[in-house]
C-alpha cells in the first residue's frame, strides 16, 4: 500500500513555530543576563563566523597597508620627534625612580608598611581596536588578542592617557573590552587633590560618568582629577580615570551628582595596552614586604 | 441587493484595484532561487553586518541579515525556516558582542511577519513595499529597545531608528538587483 505524496507541508503553523522560537529566543536572553550557565555556546558560535568577520576586516586591512604605506613617507620627521619625546619621557623616568627610592626610604623610617609594588610586576600585551559592536545599548569594543595571546578575563586596558575598560569576554583569537561608560562597570577611584575614594560607574551615555553615593558636603570640586585607587585588585593603582565635569549640590537630596568625563578615548587611536596584574605575582609582592616590615 | 453593492464600488477604487492588478501581472515572474543562492546571500548579509564602521554610519547601517530574511520570506516562501532566521540572530549576536538572544528573538518576528504578509506585499510595486518593509523593521528595532529595557539599559536617542529608515531607502535598488541576478540568461542555443 502506498501512501500518498503529501500536497501541503504539515507541522505546527507559523504562529506555533513563532511562539516556540520566542520561548526560546527569551530563555536565551534570561540565560545571557542572569544565570550564563553555558558560557560555551558564544565560544563555539564565536569559532564559526570566525571566518566570516576575517572576510569584513579585509576592506579596513588595505586601507590600514595604504595608510601606512603613505606615512612611510614622513617616517625620518616622526623618528625625529619620538626621539625628542623620549628624551624628555626619559628625564621624567629619571626622577620618577628617585622620588621611588626617596619614598621608600621614607617609609621605611616611618615604619610603615611598604606599598605593593603592582606596577613593576605588570605585564603588558599591546593589542589593536577591531572593531566598535553595533549595539547602542552596551559600550563595548572588540580587541584583536585573545585567550591565545595570554589575555585573561578581569584584565584592564589602558590607553596612552588612561584607563579604558576592562576585559569582559574572552574569545581564542579576540576578546571584548566593557567600556568605562558602560551601565554595569564601575572603577574604584581616589580624588588626587585629597585622597578622597569612592566609585565611579558608567551611565550608559557617550563620554559620561557619575560619582554615585557622594554627601552633599564632600570636599569634591570641578576639574578634579580622579585616578585609580587599586582597591579591588583589577586595576593597578595611580592610572587616571576621569575628571569631574559638573556637581549639583542640592540640598534637599542626600547625595550630590557629580558627573565627570573619562580621559581616555576610544576613538582616538587604535592601540590600547592589556595589563595584566597576575594574581601569583600579586601574592608573592604581598608577602615579601610583610617580611620585611617584620624585620624592621 | 445587488444595487446597493454597486453602489459601494466606487469608481475610484475599482480603478485603484486594477492599477494594482496590472501591476502585479506586469512583474516578471519569479525565477526559483536555489538554495546555494540563498545560502550565498545570507553569507554576505552576515559579512555586511560584521563590517567594522564607526560612529554615525554604524548607528545608521541597516540590519543586512534581516533584509535578507525578509526579502527571501517574502519573494520565495518555504525556502527558509524559522531555525535559520533563529541561528542566524545568534550568529549575529555573538559578533555585535550583545545579548545572546535578542536578535535571533528579532528575526523570528520578522520571519513571521513577512511569513503572514509576504503574499500581501507582492501585489506591490517594490517603491510601495519599501515602507512596509520599514515598518516590519521598527518592529525589530522595538524588540531590541525592549529587551535592552528589560536588562535595565536606557533608551539611546533618536539616531537608534536611522538604521529603519536606511533599511527602508534601501529596499527598492537591493531587491532589484537581486531580481536582475536571479534572471534565467537567454539561451542563446534555443531558436
Keep these: 500500500m502506498e501512501t500518498a ?260 578615548g576610544v576613538n582616538r587611536n587604535r592601540q590600547v595596552l592589556v595589563l595584566s596584574l597576575a594574581q601569583v605575582e600579586s601574592n608573592d609582592s604581598q608577602e615579601m614586604p610583610t617580611i620585611e616590615s617584620g624585620t624592621n | 441587493m445587488i444595487l446597493k453593492r454597486c453602489q459601494q464600488l466606487n469608481p475610484e477604487r475599482i480603478k485603484e484595484n486594477n492599477s494594482v492588478k496590472e501591476n502585479y501581472l506586469g512583474q516578471d515572474m519569479y525565477v526559483p532561487a536555489s538554495s546555494s543562492f540563498i545560502a550565498t546571500s545570507l553569507v554576505i548579509a552576515l559579512i555586511l553586518n560584521f563590517l567594522p564602521l564607526q560612529g554615525d554610519l554604524l548607528i545608521a547601517r541597516p540590519d543586512f541579515v534581516a533584509f535578507a530574511i525578509a526579502y527571501w520570506n517574502i519573494n520565495h516562501p518555504h525556502k527558509l525556516g524559522m531555525s535559520v532566521a533563529f541561528g542566524m540572530g545568534l550568529m549575529v549576536d555573538v559578533g555585535n558582542a550583545g545579548i545572546l538572544g535578542q536578535h535571533a528573538l528579532a528575526y523570528c518576528v520578522i520571519f513571521y511577519l513577512t511569513q503572514i504578509f509576504g503574499r500581501r506585499l507582492r501585489l506591490f510595486s517594490l517603491l510601495k513595499q519599501a515602507p512596509q518593509i520599514g515598518f516590519f523593521l521598527l518592529i525589530m528595532q522595538i524588540v531590541f529597545a525592549l529587551v535592552a529595557l528589560s536588562s535595565g539599559s536606557t533608551l539611546p536617542g533618536w539616531k537608534y531608528f536611522h538604521a529603519t529608515i536606511a533599511g527602508a531607502l534601501l529596499w527598492a535598488p537591493a531587491s532589484f538587483v537581486i531580481a536582475l541576478l536571479l534572471k534565467p540568461k537567454p539561451d542563446s542555443s534555443s531558436l
Design chain 1, 5 to 264: 505524496p503529501q500536497f501541503f507541508r504539515n507541522g505546527p503553523g507559523p504562529f506555533a513555530r513563532l511562539f516556540i522560537f520566542a520561548i526560546l529566543s527569551c530563555l536565551l536572553i534570561a540565560e545571557d543576563t542572569r544565570f550564563k550557565y553555558f558560557p560555551q555556546l558564544r565560544q563555539i558560535i564565536s569559532v564559526i563566523i570566525l571566518p566570516l568577520q576575517r572576510i569584513a576586516y579585509i576592506p579596513s586591512d588595505i586601507y590600514d597597508q595604504v595608510e601606512k604605506f603613505s606615512a612611510s613617507f614622513n617616517l625620518l620627521e616622526e623618528n625625529i620627534k619620538l626621539r625628542q619625546l623620549y628624551l624628555d619621557r626619559r628625564e621624567q623616568l629619571l626622577r620618577l625612580e628617585a622620588l621611588e627610592a626617596e619614598n621608600t626610604h621614607l617609609r621605611r623610617l616611618l615604619g610603615a608598611v611598604q606599598q605593593i609594588e603592582t606596577t613593576a610586576k605588570t605585564k603588558v600585551v599591546l593589542a589593536e581596536i577591531q572593531y566598535t559592536p553595533r549595539d547602542p545599548f552596551n559600550h563595548k569594543i572588540t580587541l584583536n588578542k585573545g585567550s591565545y595571546h595570554d589575555i585573561e578575563l578581569g584584565q584592564a586596558v589602558i590607553d596612552d592617557k588612561g584607563i579604558v575598560g576592562q576585559i569582559t569576554q574572552l574569545y581564542p583569537w579576540s576578546s571584548e573590552v566593557t567600556l568605562l561608560t558602560d551601565k554595569d562597570h564601575a572603577v574604584p577611584i581616589q580624588v588626587v587633590r585629597n585622597g578622597l575614594r569612592s566609585i565611579v560607574s558608567g551611565t550608559g551615555k557617550n563620554n559620561e560618568l557619575e560619582l554615585r553615593y557622594l554627601s552633599v558636603n564632600t570636599d569634591i570640586q570641578q576639574g578634579d582629577l580622579l585616578v585609580t585607587s587599586g582597591i579591588g585588585g583589577v586595576y593597578p593603582p595611580g592610572i587616571p580615570v576621569a575628571t569631574v565635569l559638573k556637581i549639583e549640590q542640592d540640598p534637599a537630596g542626600d547625595f550630590a551628582l557629580v558627573t565627570s568625563a573619562p580621559i581616555a
